[in-house]
């Protein structure tokens, strides 16, 4: 195991980049916040900061990820990508290609959201931020600590395209539909002013997809989301290492 990664081999970024890249984006499609979030603990384990979390999850085992997004005996909300302790008497499921195992969980240590804002932003921008902070509270229902992460894309690019279906919906600049670069940072305001607050990391990854063909992507500033990633990732294993 490595303790530190090339810039290019974040794997969060690499597959939140693969949901636009190639092909269209479908904004309903609701395991996509799950399988990009989980690569963040993918990235945890690789950039080895914690070593009560390495021991945790690649010596011990006891610690998993609830693909479920369920805690047994604890009614809450499912979020994107919960990891915690396996229930005493399970077996993790260890998948090729990934270092964190998979079980059901007793207890939450690390809570992800993941919202992705890639048209109508402030249209919906109210919903997303109730989102995000009720997420908050359901990560801590049944007690503990858990460090609550979100994870918010917000398109920067001229234009873009929405589909309901195969109906598609171009933005036009005005009218209320306006293109991305025109709502991101109001969007990107309202989200650090009324969302941010309530987790412990909250990171924010501009990028400009159109959604139209050959549906290019790009990083708003790749070397800046970068730093802020791995900023974000150090934080994250200093506070496992101080709560558990």
């Known amino acids: 195991m490595t303790d530190a990664l090339a810039p290019n081999q974040y794997r969060l970024l690499t ?26 603990y993918e990235d945890l384990i690789t950039i080895n900061r914690s070593s009560k979390l390495i ?10 990820l609830n693909v479920q997004n369920r805690r047994r005996g604890v009614t809450a909300r499912r979020g994107d990508g919960t990891f915690g302790e396996l229930i005493p008497g399970e077996t993790a499921i260890a998948d090729t290609g990934y270092l964190v195992s998979r079980g059901p969980i007793a207890t939450v240590e690390i809570g992800i959201e993941v919202k992705v804002l890639a048209k109508a932003m402030i249209k919906q921008i109210d919903r997303v931020i109730n989102d995000l902070r009720n997420q908050v ?4 229902r049944g007690g503990g600590q858990p460090i609550s992460v979100a994870v918010v894309g917000i398109n920067c690019a001229v234009h873009t395209i929405g589909y309901e ?41 501009r990028f400009k997809a159109t959604n139209e063909s050959p549906y290019p992507f790009d990083w708003d500033d790749y070397n800046e989301t970068r730093l802020d990633y791995a900023a974000a990732l150090s934080r994250i294993s200093a506070r496992y290492q101080q709560r558990f």
């Open 15 to 40: 597959e939140f980049r693969r949901l636009f890249e190639g092909k269209v984006y479908k904004h309903r499609a609701s395991n996509q916040g799950d399988f990009v979030a989980m690569h963040l």
């Open 55 to 64: 021991e945790a999850v690649v010596q011990r085992k006891d610690r998993v």
């Open 137 to 140: 509270a359901q990560f801590r």
């Open 165 to 205: 279906g195969d109906r598609p919906f171009p933005t036009t600049g005005s009218d209320g539909f306006l293109h991305p670069y025109q709502e991101a940072p109001e969007a990107e305001r309202r989200l650090r002013a009324e969302a941010a607050p309530e987790f412990d990391e909250f990171l924010v990854l």
